[in-house]
Nanobody, 127 residues
Framework: QLQFVESGGGLVQPGGSLRLSCAASGFTLGDYAIGWFRQAPGVEREGVSCISSDGGSTRYTGAVKGRFTISRDNAKNTVYLQMNSLRLEDTAVYYC????????????????????WGQGTQVTVSS
């Protein structure tokens, strides 16, 4: 079974930055495209970014494009999400998950049908 651990969240002021990490446990992260998702209270989980297994292709939802950067270091078995110019509406729990459809599932406007979510990491943007 795939195991992911998210970290790096916290409290930040508007305009600030955070870097989230997604680490693999017990398997090779580089075998998969990886998506970052977020969920705020009362709303559905949404995909925000995705990176191909080799790091050669990245995708972003319009709400974060130009502010967030996804990257990966397969030697460290880790995927990152650098978040700059954070806004109040970025407040959510952030999760990572494998995307078995080469990022198509992550960027779909319908919820990702995945059933093994981790605990996520809380990002709170507040002044």
């Amino acid at each position: 079974q795939l195991q992911f651990v998210e970290s790096g969240g916290g409290l930040v002021q508007p305009g600030g930055s955070l870097r989230l990490s997604c680490a693999a446990s017990g398997f090779t992260l580089g075998d998969y495209a990886i998506g970052w998702f977020r969920q705020a209270p009362g709303v559905e989980r949404e995909g925000v970014s995705c990176i191909s297994s080799d790091g050669g292709s990245t995708r972003y939802t319009g709400a974060v494009k130009g502010r967030f950067t996804i990257s990966r270091d397969n030697a460290k078995n880790t995927v990152y999400l650098q978040m700059n110019s954070l806004r109040l509406e970025d407040t959510a729990v952030y999760y990572c998950a494998p995307d078995f459809l080469d990022c198509i599932a992550t960027m779909s406007r319908t919820p990702y049908e995945y059933d093994d979510w981790g605990q996520g990491t809380q990002v709170t943007v507040s002044s």
